[in-house]
């Protein structure tokens, strides 16, 4: 099947190059879009140089910084566009190891319809991350767990592979959801659909180069669209349908 690995980049200068370096020794027959937000640091003109040099990888230049769902939103619309069956995404920070990259793929090929790169799952973790962080993550999973039932231990994980027929079902072009708010509107939409949602283990690195994207306007959205669509779903009596 032929698969698209979807990357959001904004000030990912030092990060970019090995990161494609990477990715194409991890999954040599895969296909790379990199969606760069005009990063002051360059690091759209950096992918253009290894897309020449390497092949098989596309730069989407955006006219400004305009947040992760909408990155997304336009990686996944130019992915499905050009018909591809998998579509894989991640962060290029080395946050998310290349090299997992086939085990998510192999869990599509079992039968999965989204598999999520789980941090909250047996033989997975998290690694030179401060404490703040992690406990902000965790609980923030729990509570998402809480409201919403989607029966997915890492909502918040953007290391990911989805059938393609199930993205587009799910019409990600209609989310609102910009932060990190966004992997998880995908995930209630799967559930909601009846999609089957698997999860593989992964080892979360926390960055080496460059700085982090949280916010804390990020988290407060987070926070209120994840408590909105509990009240929504309560109100509706909606819970996930059945797996197909």
């Known amino acids: 099947m032929r698969s698209v690995i979807v990357a959001p980049t904004y000030n990912e200068r030092e990060n970019i190059e090995p990161f494609l370096r990477a990715v194409r020794s991890a999954v040599p027959e895969a296909d790379v879009l990199v969606v760069d937000d005009n990063s002051p640091d360059g690091t759209g003109d950096v992918a253009d140089q290894v897309a020449a040099e390497l092949g098989q990888i596309k730069v989407l230049h955006r006219p ?6 909408s990155a ?11 018909g591809y069956d998998i579509i894989v995404s991640m962060d290029c920070d080395f946050s998310h190891d290349p090299r997992a990259i086939t085990d998510l793929v192999a869990a599509i090929d079992r039968g999965d319809d989204a598999v999520v790169g789980s941090r909250y799952v047996a033989g997975g973790g998290t690694v030179d991350w401060p404490v703040h962080r ?12 809480m409201l919403l039932g989607l029966g997915v231990h890492d909502c918040t994980s953007g290391f990911r592979a989805y059938r393609s027929v199930a993205l587009r079902d799910i019409d990600p072009m209609s989310t609102t959801a910009e932060g990190y708010a966004f992997l998880t509107e995908l995930v209630r939409r799967l559930a909601n659909h009846g999609y089957r949602i698997g999860e593989v283990p992964i ?7 460059g700085t982090s994207k949280m916010s804390s306007r990020i988290i407060i959205e987070s926070m209120l669209l994840v408590t909105r669509w509990g009240i929504s779903d309560l109100i509706h009596r909606r819970r996930p349908r059945r797996v197909r």
């Open 203 to 209: 080892i979360f690195r926390d960055r080496e180069r």
């Open 134 to 145: 992690r406990l902000l993550s965790r609980w923030g999973n729990r509570y998402v767990g």
């Open 72 to 82: 997304y939103r336009q990686g996944f619309s130019i992915a499905l566009d050009e």
């Open 64 to 69: 400004g910084k305009t947040g992760l769902g």
